[in-house]
């Protein structure tokens, strides 16, 4: 089992650019979440998701997408990256949000 | 929604003294209480957790207790280590929902 697996390890983007983070799990896990962690913030929900097609906001959503076409995948896009947005990204999952989430091992994005 | 506070930011103590980290939650109705603990550039893993019909938790050297007519709880760990230097977060989920919030974080220095 590869458990939650996130890519990019690193990214460095300009304002305005777009990208896609990458989230997979093969735990067959239902609820699957992104947070944000910023020094002194802890760790902020951005969104998530109970299952394939189904999406939910978290607390700070604004410039962020998500989809769930399967069970396996959860991928996070900013759409216009602002360095606001500069942050350490973390992927989770877990069968229930009552349940261990296991994180990814985190992305690093720095916009310039 | 679901607002969490935790004290102390940093906490620094001497190799097999207790730590004692608290938070406190806003919604009344939150039912489950992880903590995580974060070693330094690591993933945020889950350490113990409670829930609401519990009163303590224990496993080890480490204990949760929770008090839900003041909306606190509290992690405790006993015969500290400098292994157990870590950032630890507290988290609440939301009564009836699908979120877990967290805390901001505990930077614990267990110091030889």
């Known amino acids: 089992n590869a458990g939650v697996t996130q890519t990019p390890k690193f990214q460095v983007l300009k304002t305005g650019q777009s990208m896609t983070l990458q989230c997979a799990q093969d735990?067959?896990?239902?609820?699957m979440s992104w947070y944000r962690q910023d020094p002194g913030m802890g760790l902020r929900l951005i969104h998530y998701?109970?299952?394939?097609?189904?999406?939910d906001q978290g607390e700070v959503p604004n410039g962020y997408n998500v989809s769930r076409s399967t069970t396996e995948d959860f991928p996070l896009r900013l759409l216009s990256a602002a360095p606001s947005q500069t942050s350490v990204y973390f992927c989770?999952?877990?069968?229930?949000?009552?349940?261990?989430?296991?994180f990814g091992p985190g992305t690093r994005l720095t916009v310039l | 929604g679901e607002n969490v506070e935790q004290h102390p930011s940093t906490l620094s103590v001497q190799e097999g003294d207790s730590a004692v980290i608290k938070c406190t939650y806003s919604?009344?109705?939150?039912?489950?209480f992880p903590w995580y603990k974060q070693e330094l550039g690591k993933r945020p893993q889950l350490i113990i957790d409670?829930?609401?019909?519990?009163g303590e938790k224990k496993d080890q050297r480490i204990a949760v207790t929770l008090n839900k007519t003041a909306k606190h709880f509290s992690l405790h760990i006993t015969e500290t280590q400098p292994e157990d230097s870590a950032v630890y977060f507290c988290?609440?989920?939301?009564?009836?929902?699908?979120?877990?919030?967290f805390g901001t974080g505990t930077q614990l220095k267990v110091e030889l």
């Open positions: 989770a999952s877990s069968y229930s949000v009552l349940d261990t989430q296991y």
């Open positions: 735990m067959n896990h239902e609820y």
């Open positions: 998701s109970v299952g394939a097609g189904i999406t």
């Open positions: 919604d009344s109705a939150s039912n489950y």
């Open positions: 409670i829930r609401s019909n519990v």
């Open positions: 988290a609440a989920r939301e009564g009836g929902g699908n979120k877990l919030t």
